[in-house]
């Protein structure tokens, strides 16, 4: 039986999701959303997730939101290499931190300074810019001099990250130094459906600009 993604091609996190989907080879069937368009606000969308967000998966009758859980279930339900979200519990732990470092410091910080451009064609407070300046810094000391950000092998936490960071230097290039471009390059590589939903996306949202000017 399929799996069902409610997704947005603009949503990093939805993103995400698809991307490792796909490279699981999953049969998936993408019901894609218009964000601005109010799609995930209609009640049949809030019965499967009252926060009006995507992405959502529905798993033969199995309803789950937040896209960080969602990247977790699929690995650990249908991913053979192991290494994508390691088993041993401290390993595992490593990426379960960066995982919640993301939702709930990184992402944020991104949408602070991301959506005043997409929804107003506006600049973000100052106060935004520093404090993903701020989240970067850290970023960069926890990737320090390792292949990826768990360890030698790529992980859903890059997967999460790698949605995200691929944009880092169009908002700011001091915030993409060598190394993010290095990882990314290796990530890639090592998962490139991430490399073919990102480029689309990149697509998307320079219409999405081009249409405010």
């Not at 998962?191 to 996306?201: F, T």
Request: hydrophobic share 45%; net charge negative; charged share 25%.
């Amino acid at each position: 039986m399929a799996i069902d993604l409610y997704y947005a091609l603009m949503s990093p996190p939805a993103r995400a999701v698809a991307i490792l989907a796909k490279h699981l080879g999953l049969d998936v069937n993408i019901k894609e959303l218009n964000l601005l368009a109010g799609e995930t606000r209609t009640p049949e969308y809030l019965k499967l997730n009252p926060g009006h967000t995507v992405p959502t998966l529905v798993d033969d009758g199995f309803v789950l939101f937040e896209s960080r859980a969602i990247l977790q279930y699929l690995a650990n339900k249908y991913a053979s290499d192991k290494s994508l979200y390691p088993e041993e519990a401290q390993a595992r732990a490593n990426v379960d931190k960066l995982l919640f470092f993301d939702a709930s410091s990184l992402f944020p910080a991104v949408k602070n300074v991301w959506l005043p451009k997409i929804k107003d064609n506006a600049e973000p407070p100052q106060e935004a810019l520093d404090n993903l300046g701020e989240k970067v810094k850290i970023l960069e000391t926890l990737l320090g001099d390792q292949q990826f950000f768990a360890g030698d092998k790529a992980t859903i936490a890059d997967i999460s990250f790698g949605v995200i960071l691929s944009f880092l230097e169009k908002m700011n290039p001091e915030w993409y130094p060598s190394k993010f471009q290095a990882w990314y390059e290796r990530l890639t590589k090592a998962v490139p459906e991430l490399l073919e939903y990102n480029n689309k996306a990149a697509d998307l949202y320079k219409e999405i600009m081009e249409k405010k000017q």
